[in-house]
T-cell receptor, first 109, second 114 residues
Framework: SQKIEQNSEALNIQEGKTATLTCNYT??????LQWYRQDPGRGPVFLLL?????KEKRKERLKVTFDTTLKQSLFHITASQPADSATYLC????????FGAGTTVTVRA | KAGVTQTPRYLIKTRGQQVTLSCSPI?????VSWYQQTPGQGLQFLFE???????NKGNFPGRFSGRQFSNSRSEMNVSTLELGDSALYLC?????????????FGPGTRLTVT
């Protein structure tokens, strides 16, 4: 069946380092992918959308890549800060967005 | 532009009661989707409304229903509440009903059923 999976449930990283999150998809070739951030008890916040014909997208310290050959999207947070600690989501885009549990990033000071 | 608003923010109900939650989308957005999030779980899709019509529906029992008004505001109703309905209910609006457009989420309504 078609699905998108994020590589890990949790990622702990030292402040200043680059956090890299992975979203893999199988039996499916999405035309685009979105990334969201969610803080505890709050609604997700849209961060970036990347289309299949775009190799890379940037927004401030965030960078997303989309590799249709590897069927993978990478999400990078460069120069990470404790304020970047949150859960990051890569929803499955079909006729609606289907959200998984995401990857919880904790940035240690 | 004002963001998505949800009312009430917090609600406590007892089993068997019913509840109505409200969502006002961003001005100009015609699609409103509803999600349920329980502790440690991902967002579970409830349904989506576009131009007053339910376009998509998730796998929730008929106790969960919704509607959308001509001004795109949406309400969600849960009848005969159960303890398991305790959750954060989120609504999200987008410009169209297509998932290619980003969704903007409201702050959520925290429902506690006792």
């Amino acid at each position: 069946s078609q699905k998108i999976e994020q590589n890990s449930e949790a990622l702990n990283i030292q402040e200043g380092k680059t956090a890299t999150l992975t979203c893999n998809y199988t039996n499916y070739s999405p035309a685009y992918l979105q990334w969201y951030r969610q803080d505890p008890g709050r609604g997700p916040v849209f961060l970036l959308l990347i289309r299949e014909n775009e190799k890379e997208k940037r927004k401030e310290r965030l960078k997303v890549t989309f590799d249709t050959t590897l069927k993978q999207s990478l999400f990078h947070i460069t120069a990470s800060q404790p304020a970047d600690s949150a859960t990051y989501l890569c929803p499955y885009p079909y006729y609606k967005l289907s959200f998984g549990a995401g990857t919880t990033v904790t940035v240690r000071a | 532009k004002a963001g998505v608003t949800q009312t009430p923010r917090y609600l406590i109900k007892t089993r068997g009661q019913q509840v109505t939650l409200s969502c006002s989308p961003i001005s100009g957005h015609r699609s409103v989707s509803w999600y349920q999030q329980t502790p440690g779980q991902g967002l579970q899709f409830l349904f989506e409304y576009f131009s007053e019509t339910q376009r998509n529906k998730g796998n929730f029992p008929g106790r969960f229903s919704g509607r959308q008004f001509s001004n795109s505001r949406s309400e969600m109703n849960v009848s005969t509440l159960e303890l398991g309905d305790s959750a954060l209910y989120l609504c999200a609006s987008s410009f169209t009903g297509s998932s290619i457009y980003e969704q903007y989420f409201g702050p959520g309504t925290r429902l506690t059923v006792t």
